[in-house]
């Protein structure tokens, strides 16, 4: 049977090497795994206030595309040591009305990226605070900060570098696992 993974990316540019990173994960996921990338880009800021109304429209699609996925990969840019708004903006959208989070027990993998050498490291782990809270079991090993991002892909966004190929394929392969047995 395969698992429906949803794939967060945490970068909105049209060239992002997030988002390229994000489609070589898809196309190295075993057959025991489909990843499908969820669009966050169109979520209005959160807003408790209209929560208790009626939500945004976009706030309710995202909430029950979401709740159609076995797991979740989040694909975080670095910024400013943190992670961008717009993934802790869907991430909070998800996460309420209150009692009925969307992200509540799937199973989780995190991939930071910068084009730096420290890979995200800071995003990463702030990012990992938060799903504590929200109950989303997170793959340890293997940790995925991939540094020096501008390297990998050609210009069209294809994985062209062989090391982080094999490094990501490492990754992929374990998520995959780690979710089999975890779910069963
Ligand atoms: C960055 N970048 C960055 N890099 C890093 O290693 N640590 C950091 O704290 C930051 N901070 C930061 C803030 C802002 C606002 C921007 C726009 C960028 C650089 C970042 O790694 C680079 O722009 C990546 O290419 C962003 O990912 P995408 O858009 O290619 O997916």
Do not use: C
């Not at 996925?69 to 400013?80: A, H, K, L, M, Q």
């Not at 969307?102 to 730096?116: D, E, R, Y």
């Amino acid at each position: 049977m395969s698992r429906k993974v949803a794939v967060i990316v945490g970068s909105l540019r049209k060239g992002s090497f997030s988002r390229a990173t994000a489609r070589a994960l898809a196309a190295l996921a075993p057959a025991s795994l489909k990843l499908e990338i969820v669009e966050i880009g169109d979520l209005p800021f959160y807003d408790q206030d209209l929560d208790e109304g009626t939500p945004p429209a976009e706030w309710s699609r995202f909430r029950e595309t979401i709740a159609g996925y076995d797991g979740v990969i989040f694909v975080t840019p670095e910024y400013n040591r943190s992670l961008p708004a717009v993934i802790k903006n869907a991430i909070d959208v998800g996460s309420r009305p209150y009692g009925a989070s969307v992200w509540n027990g799937k199973p989780a993998g995190v991939v930071s990226l910068s084009v730096g050498a420290t890979g995200g490291f800071g995003a990463n782990h702030h990012l990992r605070q938060t799903l504590v809270f929200l109950n989303m079991p997170t793959l340890q090993q293997p940790e995925a900060y991939y540094g020096n991002a501008g390297t990998f892909f050609d210009d069209e966004g294809n994985l062209v570098n062989e090391g982080t190929k094999k490094v990501m394929q490492g990754f992929i392969d374990a998520y995959a696992a780690w979710v089999e047995k975890l779910l069963g």
